[in-house]
């Protein structure tokens, strides 16, 4: 059985996600640079390495990390996105 990296800022095994649309499927991770070195898993990338390069703090910080994390556990469906833009887009050349 393979082993599961763990995460170097709350050191759980990382855990890939069925949704994620990232090439690597999230599985190996994620940069942890500034807060430490290793990998991180997508609840402490979303909520504390992303703000802090950002040089966010407090609500603001945990706010912004919230939307990320739920957009990456569970992505839009970019394909209806597209179409519905497109029929948008029909409709007004229509008209
Ligand atoms: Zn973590």
Known sequence: MEEKIECSI???????HPNDTRQW?????????PITKGRCCDTCDCLIVIPARLGMQGAAAIELGQ??????????????????L????LKKEEE
């Open 10 to 16: 709350c050191l759980k095994p990382i855990e890939p």
């Open 25 to 33: 499927g999230g599985m190996y991770g994620n940069n942890p640079d």
């Open 86 to 89: 497109i029929d948008i887009k």
């Open 67 to 84: 939307v990320m994390l739920t957009n990456r556990i569970n992505p839009p469906d970019f394909e209806k996105i597209k179409k519905d």
